[in-house]
T-cell receptor, first 116, second 111 residues
């Protein structure tokens, strides 16, 4: 079946531009997560949704980062006024359970953002 | 705090060699532990997991045992193949917390 998809796969933005990254989770998955993966590092948590509710946004690095999931399926991560330090791969994952506990998170291929 | 530490790479092995990638964690309570793998050009995939002490996760010839006494979850494979070349991430989570990943270990297997 279809896995988690993300678009675009690659995005180049000039410093100061706004970007929007899309995630299509596996159909029916309740939980959705965004992670940021800097070059040579492991993914770091940004935010978590349960259906349309954003339950945890403690990992968002600044108020320039905003995420939404208005209908409990597709999610968009928006970064305003991009900075060079925002350059990273942004990963989306979904899970069929209501918690981020012991169950598997399925990851998308990621969006590589380069800010010039 | 909660963290995961894994051995730095890159690790380069010949085909059929024995592989160990060390992973230790700090955590309160009893986290669930995971190994994820990222093949070139692909997304993260769950390789194996263990949810309680002394559990052994296994998949595709890889194994890892949840060792509470040493807070470790080392990844092992008896005979690696070229197709195992990838980046391996150790990760943990407790209850409703998000996954916490190590920095990753790049493995290159040479024929």
């Amino acid at each position: 079946g279809a896995g988690v998809s993300q678009s675009p796969r690659y995005k180049v933005a000039k410093r100061g531009q706004d970007v929007a990254l899309r995630c299509d989770p596996i159909s029916g998955h309740v939980s959705l997560f965004w992670y940021q993966q800097a070059l040579g590092q492991g993914p770091e948590f940004l935010t978590y949704f349960q259906n349309e509710a954003q339950l945890d946004k403690s990992g968002l690095p600044s108020d320039r980062f905003f995420a939404e999931r208005p209908e409990g399926s597709v999610s968009t991560l928006k970064i305003q006024r991009t900075q060079q330090e925002d350059s990273a791969v942004y990963l989306c994952a979904s899970s069929s359970t209501r918690t981020s506990g012991t169950h598997e998170q399925y990851f998308g291929p990621g969006t590589r953002l380069t800010v010039t | 705090g909660n963290s995961v530490t894994q051995m730095e790479g890159p690790v380069t092995l010949s085909e059929e060699a024995f592989l160990t990638i060390n992973c230790t964690y700090t955590a309160t309570g009893y986290p669930s532990l995971f190994w994820y793998v990222q093949y070139p050009g692909e997304g993260l995939q769950l390789l194996l997991k263990a949810t309680k002490a002394d559990d052994k996760g296994s998949n595709k010839g890889f194994e890892a045992t949840y060792r509470k006494e040493t807070t470790s979850f080392h990844l092992e494979k008896g005979s690696v193949q070229v197709s195992d070349s990838a980046v391996y991430f150790c990760a943990r989570t407790s209850g409703n917390t998000p996954l916490v990943f190590g920095k990753g270990t790049r493995l290159s297997v040479i024929a």
